[in-house]
Every structure is written in C-alpha cells, then in structure tokens.
C-alpha cells in the first residue's frame, strides 16, 4: 500500500488499542487539529496540559463523553504538526462515537496505518530508522527486544552513520580537490592519501559491525530453536513443557507431527521461538517426507538444534539423529525417568530430562538462554538490527573496498565515494527514501 501524506489533510485515528479498554486514545494530526478540540469541547487548553472536557457532537449538541484534552500546537508535537490528543471512557461505542464524529469535520479523514510516524518523519521530527525502531518497541515482547528498540528508536543508528557520513563526506572533499588540482601532482597524491587512510578507517569500523553474528537481528526476530530426532522420542512433549500448555498433539502413534509448530517464548527476558519438528525416520509417504524435508530446512537455520533422543532404550538402542545447521547443537537425552529401566546411557547426551516429570527442564532452560545470550551478546553493541540496514551498510562497505581497490582514475574513485554515501544515506531516509517508504511504513498499525 503506498501513501504518502499531505499537509492538508487533517488525520485522526485511534492510537490505543481496540475493544473494551479503561481508556481510549484519539489522536488528531494536521492544520485543522486545533479546530478540532474547539468544535468538539468549546476551546482549546494551554499547549500540554490535560483538562477534562465535555465532549459533544457539533451537529446535534449530543454528549459523546467527558474526557481529557491535550492540545500540542506545532512543530513541538510528535509529527510536527498541530496534533491534539482526545482520551476518553474506552468502551467500543464511545470510540467509534468520537470516530464518527470527527468523520464528519470537514478537512478531516480516518490516517492509514503508520502514517502518524510518515509525518514525523517527512516532518525532520524522526529519521527511517528511528521509525523502525518505535514499530520494534510496539512489537517488544521481552525485556531484551524493548531495551534493544528503546534505543533504536532514541536515535542509536541514525547518530553512528551520521558520523559515518561526516568522515566519508571529508574524504570525498580530499578526492574532489585531487581532481581539480590533478596539475598539481604532489597536491594530488597527498589529498587521495589522506583520503585513502580515511576511507581504510571507515571501511574497518563497518566491516566489525557488519561481522556481528546477526545478533540484532536474532534478538528482534527471536533465537530459533529447533527440536529435532526420530519419531516418539518425545519433542511435541517437550514443546508443550516449555510453552506451559498444549500446543502440539501428543501421541504414541509414530509421526504424530507431520509440520512444523512454533511457539515464542521469553526465556529470562530473551526472545525464544522454539520449533517442534517432524520425525526424521524412513518416509513412508509423500506427506511424511515433505515434513522431513522442512524439518531439516529449518535445522539449518536455526541458531539452536536440539537433538532429542530417547533415554529409555539404552545407550546401545539410542539413534542420535544427523542434522546439519549453521547453528549450535545439543543432544538431549529424554524420557529420563525412565532411564534406570533400560540400564542406563550416562555417556550418550549433553543433557537429560523427562518431560513427563520436569526433571532436568529448569537446566535446559538455563543452557537455552545461556546460548541465546551469548548469540546476541550485549544490549550496548548491537546497532544493525534489520534486514535493510545490513543490506546498505553491505553495499556502503562493498564501495569502499572498491574505492581502496583501485590505484587510477580518480573520478571513478570518486563514484564509488558517492555511491558509498548514498547507500548509508538511505538508512536514515537522506537519500531517496521513496522505494523504502512502504516498507518502513506500512506495517505501523492505525494510530501510530
């Protein structure tokens, strides 16, 4: 979906979350914002101060609510703009009340998802990335996922590749002097060394992000974790274990599980999904060897295999299954209360517990959120946390490298100067940010 916001339209939504609530939030945004709360309540407050108003229909003199009104005039507003703020009772038929009534002001439409933050952005109020990072802090789960997108949205990427900028934008100084003082071949010489050392510096710094094990992106999107192994050795049991209910159907039958089930844990404050997998056996059908194959599709990304065993048929009968990931791996021997009875398999795993019993599931816990912190590493460190900064910082990188790769031609050196800059521009939106406007946008909900 592709918008892109207008000064003269004045925009409203509910910015709380719908359905029955204490509270409801409306937000209005635009020149009419402040005519708004003068039709609606009489006049307006002093600029962010809550009063409690009545609310009332300016077209039948009805009362909607009594609520309160906060008026923030722009540009000091969230989107720069005039922006008034109407909270009120949060019954469904009280919002959608409101909600119609500001329909009918004229200059006044109903604001399509993210485009309160398209504003503040378009406004200088917020760069991308500090977009992204708010569109993470409404979607945190976890303790880690808020501290990670709290500073993101405070500006943590937009300050270092602005700094960034600054020293590739000297550089670019020094070659264009070199070009145009290329008479002048000592003067040359020394404005393209210093501004190779400069670039070599710059491509150092990027290059240690770039090579950071994706940990931002694993603490936004979730540390994977994979069960996997034979049929019956008990993974649905323990996904159930872990997610603390039934998620996935336990069964004696072989191949109860023929998908792939997830669920999102928050694992001492980090971000978990854990996947229980199809058995992995001699297929005896076309749907069985497909669950396989994305059982070990999955494996293979994963951050964390887990290979679940079974402990009750002895160290000799136990078949430890031969998965290949990117990722850590594990074997866990299960059904550990039953261990005694086949005489024992002390040397076969990493871990054992029982998921009938809860034995050992305290320490697996442990070992899971001990891997997954290490993967993610300190909440201080992490700056490149999407798909799309790594992609520009990639190629910022790749442009550098060429500029340093090459001994002549100083207007192309110069190119690859320029291309660099572009390419960290367009993280924060400095530069043709239209192809990226949607994506950034368009997954905000109405309000926001």
């Given at each position: 979906m592709a918008?892109?916001?207008?000064s003269n339209d004045t925009i409203f939504a509910l910015s709380s979350a719908a359905g029955r609530a204490?509270?409801?939030?409306?937000?209005?945004?635009?020149?009419?914002?402040?005519?708004?709360?003068?039709?609606?309540?009489?006049?307006r407050p002093k600029a962010r101060v809550a009063v409690l108003r009545k609310l009332v229909d300016p077209q039948t003199g009805g009362l909607i609510d009594h609520g309160l009104v906060l008026w923030f005039p722009g540009p000091a507003s969230f989107t720069g703009e005039d922006l008034a703020e109407l909270q009120v009772h949060g019954g469904r038929a009280v919002a959608?009340?409101?909600?119609?009534?500001?329909?009918r002001v004229e200059g006044?439409?109903?604001?399509?998802?993210?485009?309160?933050?398209?504003?503040?952005?378009?406004?200088?109020k917020i760069d991308l990335s500090q977009a992204e990072g708010l569109a993470d802090l409404i979607d945190a789960e976890t303790e880690t996922q808020r501290v990670q997108a709290l500073r993101q949205a405070g500006g943590?990427?937009?300050?270092?590749?602005?700094?960034?900028?600054a020293k590739l934008i000297e550089a670019m100084g020094l070659v264009e002097a070199a070009i145009d003082f290329s008479d002048e071949v000592d003067v040359a010489e020394g404005a393209v060394g210093q501004a190779e050392e400069r670039v070599r510096e710059l491509g150092d710094e990027i290059g240690s992000h770039l090579n950071d094990d994706h940990r931002g992106e694993i603490l936004r999107d979730g540390f994977q974790v994979v069960l996997a192994g034979a049929p019956n050795v008990g993974k649905s049991s323990l996904l159930n274990v872990l997610a603390r209910r039934d998620v996935a159907i336990v069964s004696s039958e072989a191949g109860?599980?023929?998908?792939?089930?997830?669920?999102?844990?928050?694992?001492?404050g980090l971000p978990v999904v854990v996947s229980d997998t199809a058995g992995l056996r001699e297929a005896s059908g076309d749907v069985e060897r497909e669950g396989m194959r994305r059982t070990l599709a999955r494996a293979q990304d994963a951050d964390l295999v887990i290979r679940v065993v079974d402990g009750s048929e002895g160290a000799a009968g136990v078949d430890i299954p031969s998965v290949g990931s990117s990722g850590e791996q594990i074997v866990l021997v299960n059904k550990s209360d039953l261990i005694g009875e086949a005489g024992g398999n002390d040397a076969v795993g990493d871990i054992r517990v029982s998921a009938k019993t809860g034995e050992g599931i305290a320490e697996l816990i442990k070992i899971v959120a001990l891997v997954a912190r290490r993967k993610t590493g300190t909440r201080e460190d992490t700056v490149i946390t999407r798909l799309r900064h790594r992609s520009q910082l990639a190629s910022c990188h790749q442009y550098l490298l060429a500029f340093l790769g090459k001994t002549s031609d100083v207007e192309l050196r110069a190119e690859d100067l320029r291309l660099a800059s572009d390419a960290l521009g367009r993280i924060s939106g400095r530069i043709d940010p239209e192809d990226v406007l949607d994506e950034v946008f368009g997954r905000f909900c109405i309000g926001k």
């Open positions: 918008f892109h916001s207008t204490g509270v409801a939030v409306v937000r209005v945004s635009g020149d009419r914002a402040g005519d708004v709360i003068d039709v609606l309540s009489a006049r959608a009340a409101l909600l119609r009534v500001l329909g006044c439409r109903l604001a399509e998802p993210g485009e309160f933050s398209m504003r503040a952005f378009e406004n200088g943590v990427l937009f300050r270092l590749t602005e700094r960034w900028r109860t599980t023929r998908d792939v089930i997830e669920v999102r844990l928050d694992l001492e």
